[in-house]
C-alpha cells in the first residue's frame, strides 16, 4: 500500500475531497517523521511502538572480499507492534 492508497481510503471513506486526504496523509507522516527525528518516540494505542534507537560504532566484513570495513554510529527507527495488533494480524 502507497500514500496514495491511503489518500484514496480516507477520500472514499471520509467523504473529503482527494486532496485533503492527500494533505492529511501527508502532515502525520510529515508529523512522525519531525518527532521521531528529534529522539522522541510515537505511541499509537493498539498499533504499536516507533522508537529510535542508536547504534554504535562497530566493525564489518564486506561480504564479496572479506575486508574488514568500519561501520559508522547513526540512529534508526524500530516499530514494536502492540499485542492487539499482533493478535489481528495472525487471526
Known sequence: MR??????????????????????????????????????SVKIAGFGNFVVRSKGARKGRNPRTGEEIGITPRRVVTFRPSQVFKKYVNS
Open 3 to 40: 500514500k496514495a492508497d491511503i489518500a484514496e481510503e480516507i477520500f472514499k471513506q471520509v467523504g473529503i475531497s482527494k486532496n485533503e486526504a492527500s494533505d492529511i496523509v501527508e502532515f502525520v507522516l510529515n508529523l512522525l517523521k519531525s518527532v521521531l527525528q528529534k529522539g522522541d
